[in-house]
């Protein structure tokens, strides 16, 4: 990434983050060999806490590319707000919503034209005791499956210092420490080419995970990492149209 090419705004997000994050932080980057100087690239990452977007945000874009997350297209709605993050290259994706296929389309236009996408695959911060991952959707192997861009894992640990999704607690100490590895592009061939099955993107979908859970652990000197985690299901609350005919038009989740 050029700097002279950021243009204003994203030099003016530049110039008012990261100052903050360099005394806030203490950090050991590892691994930015692996993020591809040029080209479409999806970063996949496991999501410890709220603050990791500015830490592997600071990351990427410490390795000479442009981080560009996926937002609710509402935000974009927002005045000033929705006008600075468009200017920065961010993706408007709308969730739970019939419009979720025109959010992949969204997303496979961005990687098409280059950009490095950074999609945390469980969709939310891992509700995981110890803050291991836990099993992810699907959105990250199908946008893999069309593109065939290269999917380089990235694992954090230490942004639940800045700020505990379990308690709530911010650091508010300078320089914690926050360490952020990235490993090379994770083999997907054997299924390049599928049809996008719910089987074949389960399959994806865990090598991916398992790939983040194992590289946690090295990074966290652990031998023994868990198995993937799922929150235990709730009860279905009983309504009175309980017996009623199922309502096939639910909205889907792009990433």
Known sequence: MARRRLG????????????VLTGWTKRTWTGMEHIPTTGGA????????????VVI???VYDSGRWPSFLAKASVFRVPVVGY?????????????????ARSLDTLVTAVKDGSSVIIYPEGTTTKEPDLWPMKGKTGAARLALITGAPVIPVVMDGPQALFDPRTGKVGLKARIP????????????????????????DAMT??????????????RGVTD??????????????????DAPADTATGGDPA
């Open 84 to 100: 600075i993050i468009s200017r920065c290259q961010q993706i408007p994706v709308e969730r739970g919503s019939v419009d979720a």
């Open 42 to 53: 999806i970063i996949v990452a496991n999501h410890l806490s709220h603050a990791d977007p």
């Open 8 to 19: 204003f705004w994203r030099r003016f997000v530049v110039a008012l983050v990261k100052p």
């Open 225 to 242: 990492p868990p198995p993937l985690w799922s929150p235990p299901r709730k009860p279905a609350a009983r309504t009175a149209t309980q």
């Open 57 to 59: 945000g600071h990351y």
């Open 178 to 201: 926050v360490r952020v590895n990235a490993g090379a592009p994770i083999d997907l061939s054997q299924w390049a080419g599928a049809a996008p099955t719910r089987q074949t993107l």
């Open 206 to 219: 865990e090598t991916i995970m398992l790939h983040l859970r194992d590289m946690l652990a090295d990074l």
